[in-house]
DNA sequence: AATTCCGGAGAACAGTTGTTAACTGGATGA
DNA sequence: TCATCCAGTTAACAACTGTTCTCCGGAATT
């Protein structure tokens, strides 16, 4: 996977990543719209014609920081989907994912929750894609649950569809909650998982 | 309700409107957090000072289009969830509403879609209020429901939350799909009932 | 009819922005 | 070792930003 880089290309992709760390730090106070060059190479400390050596625009930073986001996330979420057992044990598992994922790495959550609707359109369309690609996935999963005998394949991506945007705002919330109290963080997490649990049950008795 | 203004009271709210107008219009394209008062102004066609005989900063006009966006709609959503006829039933309507909505007020719904979680903390914090008082009010609506015998009240915020979200949700695909074909949009309009109608489902059998 | 009020205009301010061009100096490959 | 490459620098550009202060003219009040 990965390559020996020559000196020359290791700063350069340390630049770069610098780049984006100190981006996606100022876009917790502000959308990626307004977020200007010079503000992200001021904070990083080169000049700011060296954006231009990794960077076409803002947005194109923006991509690639839905990339560094969402790109990773892909075989998490196939092995929380997966597993067997209870479907109870599922959604807990499901839940404390997001919830580990949300204090690990709250910036990318907010970055992707934000800008899912945002003002810059490459930026919305990657991320929808990313988005698609998980609700994918995760009818791959579906189908191969016994639960999923005589479901259609639309129905299925419908249901996919719902349990991804249900993660996107359980995120969403914990990311509101994580300066609250603990007791507060909880309920959020007692909340999301009724809804999930609510949103199996349909699910069980779809077909009825 | 209407007062008979004097012809200084309602040359100010005329320009106050036609501010508020010209940005909801600029706020297609870009984010609050990238939108300059002096943009506004210039779309207008007045003077940049003028701006403020009427908002402290654009994130205060931010707050005021929240209130134009959503105050309106609480009466709609109280009757449409109301409603004593069949589940099914509701679920269309509510969905039909949605969709002329989306159509009849594309620019607002982008507005409230892409500030939920934008980079305007006020704004935020006023769309957040607003929807809260959308649950409450879908979960009285529920409460006189025969179905809503033994349900918590907690557990049904937490389902109102649900139908909540889902709405937005199902805006936004709508707005996505505004200039898509006829046969797209019909097809969020499917996607989104059904996904309606499994939540419905899960609520019927909660309490097995 | 005389006075106050006030929404909007005008000019000016110091700072900021994205983008260009030409450059430097150390790593790279022959 | 020497020529090439290229990430980052410096300087300059016109255009733009939010905000202040002063002023104007017509509506509102007395």
Excluded: C
């Excluded at 000196?7 to 990543?17: L, P």
């Excluded at 839940?95 to 992707?112: E, K, M, Q, S, W």
């Excluded at 963080?185 to 007692?190: D, Q, Y």
Aim: proline share 2%.
């Amino acid at each position: 996977m990965s390559h020996i880089l020559g000196v020359r290309q290791a700063q350069k992709q340390k630049t770069r990543q610098a780049l984006m760390d100190a981006a996606l730090a100022l876009l917790e106070e502000q959308s990626l719209s307004s977020l200007g060059l010079r503000e992200v190479t001021r904070a990083v400390g080169v000049a700011p014609t060296a954006f231009y050596r990794h960077f076409r625009s803002t947005a194109d930073l923006g991509v690639a920081l839905v990339e560094e986001a969402l790109g990773s996330l892909h075989p998490m979420i196939r092995a929380t989907v997966t597993s067997a057992d209870s479907s109870g044990e599922r959604i807990e598992r499901a839940v404390d994912l997001i919830a580990g994922h949300v204090n690990a790495y709250p910036a990318h959550v907010r970055f992707i929750a934000r800008e899912r609707h945002g003002g810059v359109q490459p930026v919305r369309e990657a991320i929808r894609d990313q988005l698609g690609r998980f609700a994918d996935e995760v009818k791959a999963e579906l189908a191969e649950d016994a639960e999923a005998e005589g479901w259609s394949d639309d129905d299925l991506l419908m249901l996919s569809h719902l349990y991804v945007d249900q993660m996107l705002i359980t995120a969403s919330l914990f990311l509101e909650a994580l300066e609250a109290s603990p007791e507060d963080r909880e309920r959020v997490g007692l909340l999301a998982t009724r809804q999930m649990r609510l949103i199996s049950i349909g699910r069980r008795h779809w077909l009825d």
